[in-house]
C-alpha cells in the first residue's frame, strides 16, 4: 500500500497536470470561437461566389476551362487537413484512418499526398504512397500565404496534367458538439451551379467584356475561396474536439484527486489509530 507521503506527491502532480489541462482547454476555447467568426465571415462570401458562377454558368452556357477539364482519372491527389498539435481527442486518428481507407483502392504511382499539418507529414511520410507537398506551422491559426501555396500547388498539378483528379479531407465544424469527415473533389469543378433561381437572375447581369472572360478570372478565386473555407472548417474541429478532450481530462483529474484524497485520509486514520493502539498497548504493559 502507498505511503501518505507517496499519495501526497500523487496528489500534486495530477494538481499540476489539472492545471495544465485546464489551461489548454481555456486556450482552445478562445482559439474556437475565433475560428467560428472566421467560418461565419467566409461563408457569406463563398455563397456569393456560387451564385455568382451560377449566374455565370446560366448565361455562358458551358464555360470551356483548364478547371472544368474532365479526363481519365489516372492518377489522384489527395489534400490532408490534419493538425500540427496533438491533444485533440481522435481528432487526427479518425481522418488518417479514413485517408487509408481511401488509399486502399490506389496504388503508390496512381495516388500521392499533400500533407497539411505535421500530424499528416508524420503519418504518409513513412508509407508507401509519395508525399509531394506538406505545408505545418500554423500554430492553429489561418495562414493565407500557405493556403495560396496550397492552391497553386493542386491546381498547378491538376492544370499541367500531373494528376486528373484533385480530392480533399478534411473535418468539417457542424456545431460545438459536431464534427464530419469529409472527402470532396477540388478538381476537375463539377458544373453544377446552374440553379433555377440563378437561371432566373441571370438576365440582371450585363457582363463585361464577356462572360467567359469574368469566368477565368473568378475560378481561380472560387478555387482559393473552397481551400480556404476548408482550412477554416479544419482549424475549427481541430480547437473544438482539443477543448472537449482537455475539459475531459480535466474532469478525469479532478475525480483522480477526490479519490487519491479519500485513499490519503483513510492512510492517515489508519496511521492514527495504530499509533493509538501502539500508546494503549504500551500503556497497559507499564500498569501490568
Not at 490532408?80 to 498539435?85: P, T
Request: contains cysteine; hydrophobic residues 40%.
Amino acid at each position: 500500500m502507498a505511503t501518505i507521503r507517496d499519495l501526497k506527491k500523487r496528489i500534486r502532480a495530477v494538481e499540476s497536470t489539472k492545471q495544465i489541462t485546464k489551461a489548454m482547454e481555456m486556450v482552445a476555447a478562445a482559439k474556437l470561437r475565433r475560428a467560428q467568426q472566421r467560418i461565419e465571415s467566409y461563408r457569406p462570401y463563398a455563397e456569393k461566389m456560387v451564385e455568382m458562377l451560377g449566374h455565370l454558368s446560366s448565361e455562358s452556357g458551358q464555360v470551356s476551362h483548364p478547371f472544368f477539364d474532365e479526363r481519365e482519372v489516372k492518377k489522384t491527389a489527395i489534400v490532408v487537413f490534419a493538425s500540427d498539435r496533438g491533444f485533440c481527442g481522435s481528432y487526427n486518428s479518425n481522418l488518417l484512418r479514413r485517408a487509408d481507407k481511401f488509399a486502399e483502392d490506389y496504388t503508390p504511382d496512381t495516388l500521392e499526398y499533400v500533407c497539411v499539418g505535421k500530424k499528416s507529414l508524420d503519418h504518409f511520410k513513412r508509407g508507401e504512397f509519395p508525399v509531394v507537398g506538406s505545408f505545418t506551422d500554423f500554430s492553429g491559426d489561418m495562414n493565407l500565404a500557405k493556403v495560396r501555396e496550397m492552391t497553386r500547388l493542386a491546381t498547378q498539378k491538376f492544370v499541367s496534367g500531373e494528376v486528373d483528379r484533385v480530392m480533399l479531407l478534411y473535418t468539417a465544424f457542424l456545431s460545438m458538439a459536431t464534427y464530419k469527415i469529409t472527402l470532396k473533389q477540388f478538381l476537375p469543378i463539377v458544373q453544377d451551379f446552374s440553379a433555377e433561381d440563378a437561371v432566373e437572375s441571370a438576365k440582371e447581369y450585363i457582363f463585361e467584356p464577356d462572360a467567359v472572360s469574368i469566368y477565368s478570372d473568378l475560378l481561380p478565386k472560387y478555387a482559393q475561396t473552397v481551400m480556404q473555407m476548408c482550412m477554416a472548417d479544419a482549424l475549427a474541429s481541430e480547437h473544438g474536439t482539443r477543448m472537449i478532450a482537455m475539459g475531459a481530462a480535466t474532469k478525469n483529474a479532478g475525480e483522480m484527486i477526490d479519490d487519491l484524497t479519500l485513499v490519503m485520509n483513510k492512510a492517515r486514520q489508519a496511521a492514527i489509530t495504530k499509533d493509538l493502539l501502539e500508546i494503549v498497548s504500551g500503556a497497559e504493559a507499564l500498569e501490568g
